[in-house]
């Protein structure tokens, strides 16, 4: 069965510190597909990236970036310089591939970035 | 626009009353899902449907019902809602863009629901 855990329940930080959010995913699929959303306090999902089981390679996308680890099956997401606007709860979410449309998310991380 | 709509947004019912969230997408995706969101617990799926008149339980189906008659509308059904059903509700439909792919994740904008 697929399971992901997020540790971290809530993190506050000041402006421009960095902050790392930890997501630890169980699966037995060899093919799987990470992902991490942000949940504005407006509420809607906001898709960020997916990241595909064959595919380690780490990436940044303006102060985001992303480390990947099949070895400790962790998919760990970073905001480099938080901004208040980052505040938000964060949800990292496994697929897998036999499992077909469904999406395993961890209990979310809530991000509080004060100014 | 590409888009999954959900009504009503919010709704605050009292318990036995019967209602409907609807959910409707305009893309012409064959799965659709619902989910429910719960503080630590993140975001369950509830049931999802794989075609017209194709549906099948997710992992907290207990207290719901779902149909889909037509492709674009997935509604979701509590026929005696309880307390326990407060709840934040998410539909979603995905397609799956090759046929070794993930699939391509579509959210509605959620519908905040409160049994009293």
């Known amino acids: 069965a697929q399971k992901v855990t997020q540790a971290q329940t809530e993190i506050s930080v000041v402006e421009k510190e960095d902050v790392t959010l930890d997501c630890v995913y169980e699966t037995r699929d060899t093919t799987y597909y990470l992902f991490w959303y942000k949940q504005p306090p407006s509420g809607e999902l906001v898709f960020l990236i997916r990241?595909?089981?064959?595919?380690?390679q780490n990436e940044i996308s303006g102060r985001y970036s992303w480390n990947f680890q099949k070895s400790t099956s962790s998919f760990n997401f970073t905001i480099t310089a938080s901004q208040v606007v980052d505040s938000a709860v964060y949800f990292c979410a496994l697929s897998e591939h036999a499992a077909g449309n469904k999406l395993t998310f961890g209990g979310g991380t809530r991000v509080l970035v004060k100014p | 626009e590409a888009q999954v709509t959900q009504n009503p947004r919010y709704l605050i019912t009292v318990t036995g009353k019967k209602l409907t969230v609807t959910c409707s997408q305009n893309m012409n995706h064959e799965y659709m899902s619902w989910y429910r969101q719960d503080p630590g617990l993140g975001l369950r799926q509830i049931y999802y449907?794989?075609?017209?008149?194709?549906?099948d339980k997710g992992d907290v189906p207990e207290g719901y019902k779902v149909s889909r008659k037509e492709k674009r509308n997935f509604p979701l059904i509590l026929e005696s809602p309880s307390p326990n059903q407060t709840s934040l509700y998410f539909c979603?439909?995905?397609?799956?863009?090759?046929?070794?792919?993930?699939?391509?994740?579509?959210f509605g904008p959620g519908t905040r629901l409160t049994v009293t």
């Open positions: 979603a439909s995905s397609f799956r863009p090759g046929p070794r792919s993930y699939y391509e994740q579509y």
């Open positions: 990241r595909n089981s064959f595919d380690e």
């Open positions: 449907s794989m075609n017209v008149e194709v549906t």
